[in-house]
């Protein structure tokens, strides 16, 4: 198994007027090539804050991120600038696109950032919108676009880079469920077809339902990890070890998550 992404023993404290918030205690968590993990957790459960020191956006308090084979924290503040560009790629709630550029020039403003030769942004600005299943909106600006739509225009932003792992912050946030439902169908059919690692936040149980393992997280600690076997196969095959947290949250058996190919199953039926 190649880890893309790794996490030790991580721990983020915030001290505030009203005292120490410990956003992130303890985390143990990896992400391997081609997998898809879904961080969950109430509001102000520490998902951001996690998955901030897993992109070299923050700094944890203690423990230690290694992306890839690179020790992140480690490094000083460019060479962590350098490989975050050339490793990883985000996707943001808001979608984060700029309003006066096309659908086509917002993806290639990272590869003008990495200085890629302008025949080959052409060529995997062409690619990723093709991927996101854009092709044809490649001259409409954010505007003219549906919020799926512009979703999609960020994951082609963020994959045009060929990053090794994806790192998406509620990327379904501001998305009605069935729109919510498409982008994270899209998510997981890249890391499945390009060997991507993704980790993404959300509350969202639908799309929980296409994540190879899921992290619970509660008050900042890690209070269940399941992870999804058989996917392919016609029946549920979850396997839940719940870690030691004596005030974990109750389950919601209606969150549980199930197979993919069982989720599309249910959406068709549903619709
Ligand atoms: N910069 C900061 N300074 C102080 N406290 C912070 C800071 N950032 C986050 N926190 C606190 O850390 C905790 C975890 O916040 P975080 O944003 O990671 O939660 P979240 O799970 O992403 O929530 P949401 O679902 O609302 O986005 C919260 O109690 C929050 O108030
Ligand atoms: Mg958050």
């Given at each position: 198994m190649t880890l893309a992404l790794r996490g030790e023993k991580l721990?983020?404290?915030?001290?505030?007027?009203?005292?120490?918030?410990?956003?992130?205690?303890?985390?143990?968590?990896?992400?391997?090539?081609g997998e898809l993990v879904v961080v969950r957790g109430a509001s102000g459960a520490g998902k951001t804050t996690l998955l901030n020191l897993l992109g070299g956006l923050d700094a944890p308090t203690s423990g230690t991120v290694w992306i890839g084979d690179v020790e992140a924290t480690a490094l000083d503040e460019d060479a962590l600038a350098a490989l975050r560009r050339e490793r990883l790629g985000f996707v943001f709630q808001s979608f984060g696109l700029i309003p006066i550029l096309s659908a086509a020039e917002n993806v290639e403003l990272p590869l003008r950032i990495a200085k890629t030769p302008p025949a080959e942004r052409d060529a995997r600005v062409a690619e990723a919108l093709k991927l996101v299943g854009l092709a044809d909106h490649a001259a409409q600006r954010p505007t003219e676009l549906s919020g799926g739509q512009q979703q999609r225009v960020g994951i082609a932003r963020a994959i045009a880079v060929r990053p090794h792992v994806l790192i998406a912050d509620e990327p379904t946030g501001q998305l009605d469920s069935r729109t919510a439902a498409t982008v994270m169908d899209l998510i997981g059919d890249l890391v499945h077809?390009?060997?991507?690692a993704a980790i993404v936040s959300t509350h969202d149980p639908l799309l929980v339902q296409r994540a190879d393992r899921v992290i619970e997280l509660h008050d900042g600690r890690v209070t269940s990890v399941t992870s999804v076997t058989g996917r392919d196969a016609a029946g549920p095959a979850a396997a839940t070890t719940d870690a030691p947290a004596p005030d974990a949250e109750e389950h919601d058996e209606s969150h549980t998550p199930r197979t993919r190919a069982e989720a599309r199953e249910q959406r068709r039926t549903d619709h």
């Open positions: 721990s983020r404290t915030f001290s505030s007027a009203a005292g120490d918030v410990h956003a992130c205690v303890d985390i143990d968590i990896e992400v391997a090539a077809s390009q060997g991507l």
